[in-house]
């Protein structure tokens, strides 16, 4: 045990060691019976002796975990504008859903004759994002956003093999996500950027450019995470399909259309969709999520497998690769995220087509209310309205000494989640809002509030509380250099 | 709508704030071809009761696993999970959290990932570990991969006996590279080392690495030094799979065989059926080649004020930073997914860990007893740790089915899997955990008896 001293006057602030510091051994926290083995047919391996691994009762590993929590911020604690996230309110109707024995208590291998119930709740989900999005086809596979451009690009791929053309770059704007590019290396692509125009788009001089033969896919983000629509999208569509490319939409932002308008009326390809985003299911404090990719027509049948039919009276799972001739293959193994779908087509249930179109009207509303208040106050990178994320810089910042993340670190004092930083890199020292339809007028106010506060110190050239902060988070300001210079990636005995 | 957090007044008034009189002038940008005249084929929404109520009617048609006697396997497991697991994951700090990119306030999520992480180490024999990957299968890419990028060699001799689909989704990660894939026979299922010749003698200076899995697809376990000194010996990577991790706990771990990366599906642990996922990829490898390593991963460091601290680390490799020249372009990970192994291995200690994976050893050892005892099966293993192989006079798939009748779930028909392996039309995986009772496994053997 670590707790050598009193911890005298640390109150409700939370000093937990390491699990591995309250170590004893002789404990257990589960109780299994007294097992002999009379045989062992391990063949040539040896059993192992010492792991290293703690021995403890079930009440220390509660406390241990509910105190370590306690350091958490989180979307149930308080506002969580973290851009292109959409850190949404999660219903616990969902967690209760997903707990059903009947869905949670079943393997993915057995027979298909006991297993109905789930198949048709898969396939129920695939109705609904086929009809949310307009496409024709879903693939439920990818286990994120980042594996669902994967299969939509890999889907592209198959295709221009199959049409005899070897096509090498995908075009991706500046502002997309980092998973855009690492996707398409993933793929073998090279990538090529196309500029922005002044409000944050896609340049159609730049990217008429750089379209010729080579290009086998343009990746875009709509609306694009400067917030901003993409309103040439039937144009640059137009011309992607001319020079024979295909048109990828990265829909991490589909949050801002969802039940307002069908994706696939805007002339794309193949989207992925963040079910942990737009649809609510936990971010769980990085995952799971999973990004089921809608495909046209002429995509599908190079989609990966399995994916699930209704066919003959009864539900089936296409799983054998050999029945599915131009499948591009598995992405993993089994049938995919399925805790994730249960929580998504609740959350798709409860709200309903009516409940959906508010969710993208409402978030839409929320950050052009903060966009227009702390507009007041320091310029956004762009003027025109935005979807439902707003896109600020650090030009107010400029000559104060104080960078964007020192910004950020005071809104932590302030009791606030910062929003996204740095991100995205069309702009200097970015701060990306997104407020998400969860949110009150009342949540909102406090926080512009506190932002245009944190402004006006600026302005009035206080230093200390951006440098010092943050002072109200129980760690004080954390030395990244420090962790990557010494790297230490684990409790050693010694450590 | 319960979700929905404005009244008319406060819409009205943040309309007017933003100088706008109705929403949808906000939605200008978007062309009218798509804005006008959307319909959508779908129900308006539903009360918590009535979304229940469809739900609970839906499980219905679902034979729930936990329920009958159960010996499925083939990669994910069924096994008890304590009540305190679930409780902790379900607390909204842990479960409605993103990535820690506040380091100050999301101690929490890193302290217990650098957990995860030294866990993840211990129990697999080696140095260092990331901080999850989505699962097992696609760990097994990622690390293929790696092994590409330290080794600049494109050949991966890989052996049947890794369970099909990973193989399969190995084979769609690397296809698109040009890494080329050499599949080992297996000749006879439930022979750990019997194809072992075969796979060293493919090694040679154009080898990346070479993947195994232990227990392989068919149960079967031993000793894999060969292969690792002949790894050594032409500077190919060893990557060796493990499909039940909870067999960590008996075995002599990969790390101590001369494995160069390890990769785990963790779902055994904490994690729970769910008809195939989420589940948790656990990756681990030598802390030389940390540089090289896909995902997320969390470092110690200090703050301000020398408090001890977590951050997330080495940022240069992921696609945020390095974009095209990523790792891995994984972002998204299994975060709650890593913390409930987290939390279910704390629970167990060496302690328990080690018990439970007797326990699973003794209740294999015992199906496998009864089963020598039935008429014109054979049993293929000359080992295994908690699952294994047998063949039957005749389908396997309709002996599976008559048993789903019967109430009981008696095993993974080979070939739903495996499309190429000579008699797989017979062959039965089957599996036994903590779960399986005396009187599960008589049933299961009664069965048999009466069947064939």
Redesign the interface.
Known sequence: MILKESSYGAGLDMH?P???EQ?N??????D??D??????????????N???????S?PQ??R???R??????????GF?P?GS?S?K???R?N???A?????????????I??????L??IYNLQE?LK??TGMPFVSICP?????G??CGL?SI?ASLNNKGLERSIVLIPESA???N????????Y??DKIEEDSFGRINLVSLENKLDENVAAVMVTNPNTCG??E?D??EISKRVHEAGAYLYCDGANFNA?V????PA??GIDAMHI?L?KTFST?????????GPTVLSEELAQYA?IPHVIFTKNKYDII????SSRNS?????????????F?RAL?F?????????K??S??S???A??VK??ISKSIKPSYK??C?HECLFDDSFLRGSGITTLDF??AL?DEGF??P??Y?PLVVKGAMLIEPT?????ETLDLFCNSFIRLVDQIKSGNKDIFLNA?QY????????A???R??????NKT? | MRYLPHNDEAISRMLSEIGVSEVDELFSDVPSKALKNVKFNLPNHMSELEVERYMKNLTKNNLVASEIPFFIGGGAYQHHIPSAVDHIIQRGEFLTSYTPYQAEISQGTLQSLYEFQTQVSMITGMEIANASMYDGSTASAEAVLMAGRITKKNKIVITEAVHPQWIETIKTFINPIGMKLLKIKKKEPGKFEDNFGEICGNIDKDTACVVIQIPDFFGSVGSYTDISKKCNEYGALLIVCVTEVLSLGLLNPPGKFGADIVVCEGQSLGVGLSFGGPYVGLFSTHKKYVRYMPGRIVGQTSDKNGKRGWVLTLNTREQHIRREKATSNICTNAGLCALAFSIHLSLLGETGFKKLAVVNHERANFLYDALLLVKNISLLNDSFFNEFVISLPSSSKDFVEHACRKGIMAGLPVERLFFSLPNSKNMLLIAATELNTDNDIKKLVKLFKDYF
């Not at chain 1, 286990?143 to 594996?147: D, L, Q, T």
């Not at chain 1, 590019?181 to 073998?188: E, H, I, K, L, Q």
């Not at chain 1, 799983?319 to 050999?322: D, L």
């Not at chain 1, 010494?486 to 409790?491: A, G, I, Q």
């Open positions: 937990e390491l699990i591995f170590g051994t002789g404990r257990i926290g589960v299994l019976p097992t002999k083995l009379d045989t062992i047919r391990l063949g040539k391996c040896k059993i192992r010492t792991i290293g691994l703690p021995d403890l079930e590993v509660i241990h975990y509910t370590i929590s306690r350091n958490n911020y989180s979307i149930d604690t969580y973290l996230c850190m309110h999660n219903p109707l967690e209760k859903i707990r059903l024995p009947g869905l949670k208590d079943i393997h993915p291998f057995q027979p004759s006991s297993v109905q119930g789930a048709e709740l609904w009809e949310l286990a994120a956003g980042a594996h451009e994967l890999l791929k996500h980092g998973t590019p690492a996707s398409a290396s993933f793929c073998g090279t990538t901003v629509f309103k999208i039937l259309l039940g307002k308008i069908k009326d805007l963040n942990h936990p971010h769980g404090g990085g995952g799971p999520g999973a990966p799983e054998n690769i050999n591009l293959g598995r992405m993993r193994a089994f049938h995919c995220q399925m805790g994730t249960i609740t798709c249930l409860s709200h309903g087509k009516d409940g959906l508010k969710v009207e409402i839409v509303l929320n052009n209310y227009s208040r025109l309205n979807m950020a670190k932590i989640h910062p996204t930083m991100f339809e969860s949110e009150n007028k943050p988070s129980p760690w004080k300001r954390l030395d990244e420090k962790a990557a010494n790297l230490n990636l684990r409790w450590t």
